[in-house]
T-cell receptor, first 114, second 114 residues
């Protein structure tokens, strides 16, 4: 099992450019998440998907869009990148319900917007 | 929504001593409290978790305690070792069907001094 796989690992964008971060999990989890990690801010939820076809905003959704393409894949899109979106982005997945509640994280994408 | 506060932001302890990290949460309906460890440049990984029907849980040198009345929970690491140096995050969520969102604290950078 690969777990949660994110691509790319590193990316540099110019202000105003767009890009999509890809995430896929092979654990048959229903729930998937996108977080951003900034120094001193912890992990902040951008968007969340409880199941295929559903998405919900998290704490910091502005400037981002998401697509839950199928059960395995959850992508994050920056339509017009801004320097404030320089961050490390983590995708995660977990199973619903009271058991097996651990969230598994991808290896992260380090994004720099210049 | 849920708000999780974590203290201290940095902590240095002598090897062999104990370390304690504390978190408070605001949503009295939260019922799942995991702790994640993130080594430098790596993804966060679950080290221990506790559910709201339990007051304490131990796993070798790590333990977590939960006080539901006061809405706080703590991570205890005993007999610290150099490999315990990392950033630790607490989190809280309301593990109802369809709502698995994890809200994280801002993290504690733990340094073990040899």
């Amino acid at each position: 099992n690969a777990g949660v796989t994110q691509t790319p690992k590193f990316q540099v964008l110019k202000t105003g450019q767009s890009m999509t971060l890809q995430c896929a999990q092979d654990m048959n989890h229903n729930s998937m998440y996108w977080y951003r990690q900034d120094p001193g801010m912890g992990l902040r939820l951008i968007y969340y998907s409880a199941s295929e076809g559903t998405t919900d905003k998290g704490e910091v959704p502005n400037g981002y869009n998401v697509s839950r393409l199928n059960k395995r894949e959850f992508s994050l899109r920056l339509e017009s990148a801004a320097p404030s979106q320089t961050s490390v982005y983590f995708c995660a997945s977990s199973e619903k319900g009271r058991l097996n509640t651990e969230a598994f994280f991808g290896q992260g994408t380090r994004l720099t917007v210049v | 929504g849920e708000n999780v506060e974590q203290h201290p932001s940095t902590l240095s302890v002598q090897e062999g001593d104990s370390a304690v990290i504390k978190c408070t949460y605001s949503d009295s309906a939260s019922n799942y409290f995991p702790w994640y460890k993130q080594e430098l440049g790596k993804r966060p990984q679950l080290i221990i978790d506790i559910r709201s029907n339990v007051g304490e849980k131990k796993d070798q040198r790590i333990a977590v305690t939960l006080n539901k009345t006061a809405k706080h929970f703590s991570l205890h690491i005993t007999e610290t070792q150099p490999e315990d140096s990392a950033v630790y995050f607490c989190a809280a969520s309301r593990r109802n069907f369809g709502n698995e969102k994890l809200t994280f604290g801002t993290g504690t950078r733990l340094t073990i001094i040899p």
